[in-house]
């Protein structure tokens, strides 16, 4: 009788071990997109920021699931949100740095299968219709611009365009390699001929804010043409950047 009651004992133990050891089978093979994967490269994603109850979620430009955002900005993704989103449900178009990692284990983001470690908002404005996802690609290097007085600057591989209201209104410049000095890039060019003109373009790293359409961007500029001074803010676009 009791070597029946012991080998009874024995088979419970080892059927609860086996259901452990199956159990932790089974954790360790939960997909890899639900584990965190900070060796991803973090890349540039671009989609629209959605306010949740409990934090924010994204959905890609290229896709239409949604995902859950860890925000790592220091608080940026919640600024654009309130400036300019419309409330809860409202849709803001962000361009961001991120990594793809496994969503929350508990609370608002846990329902959700992936989730976005965004790391800089890159630039934020309003959605609506031509802008946004509907945006063309950027065929430019950098593009600044600024208001009263308003002035753009489109860098490319090969040229300068400076554009303004006054004259000389329209300028070319052959574009030449920049000066980098920690987080600034400056680039020094001038035309040639008797009508000589000198432009300074300098971009660094940090928030800026349109003075119009109130739109985020990462990049401050600042120009100088011929001893005239210009400020505003600046984007990357879809040619590789050379800003630190």
């Not at 309003?126 to 753009?152: K, L, S, V």
Request: charged share 20%; proline share 7%; hydrophobic share 35%.
């Amino acid at each position: 009788m009791r070597s029946a009651l012991r080998i009874g004992l024995g088979f419970i133990l080892f059927a609860l071990t086996s259901c452990q050891d199956r159990a932790a089978d089974v954790r360790s093979a939960r997909p890899v997109e639900n584990r965190p994967k900070p060796t991803e490269a973090v890349r540039v994603v671009r989609g629209y920021l959605l306010e949740s109850t409990g934090g924010f979620s994204f959905r890609p430009c290229d896709d239409r699931s949604e995902v859950w955002l860890i925000d790592q900005t220091g608080g940026d993704l919640a600024a654009a949100s309130r400036a300019l989103g419309s409330g809860p449900g409202s849709r803001v178009f962000i361009e961001v740095t991120a990594a793809v990692v496994g969503a929350p284990d508990s609370g608002a983001g846990s329902r959700y299968a992936t989730a976005l470690s965004v790391t800089q908002l890159l630039r934020a404005r309003p959605a609506g219709e031509g802008t946004g996802c509907d945006e063309p690609p950027a065929p430019y290097i950098y593009r600044a611009a600024g208001n009263e007085p308003f002035w753009n600057a489109t860098v490319t591989t090969d040229s300068i365009l400076f554009v303004e209201p006054d004259p000389p209104a329209r300028l070319a410049f052959r574009a030449t390699s920049p000066e980098r000095r920690g987080a600034v890039v400056t680039y020094r060019v001038s035309t040639g001929g008797p009508n000589r003109h000198t432009l300074t373009l300098s971009l660094e790293r940090g928030r800026c804010t349109d003075s119009m359409s109130g739109a985020f961007y990462s990049l401050l500029a600042r120009a100088s043409l011929d001893g005239r001074t210009f400020v505003g803010c600046a984007r990357e676009g879809d040619v590789q950047a050379t800003l630190p």
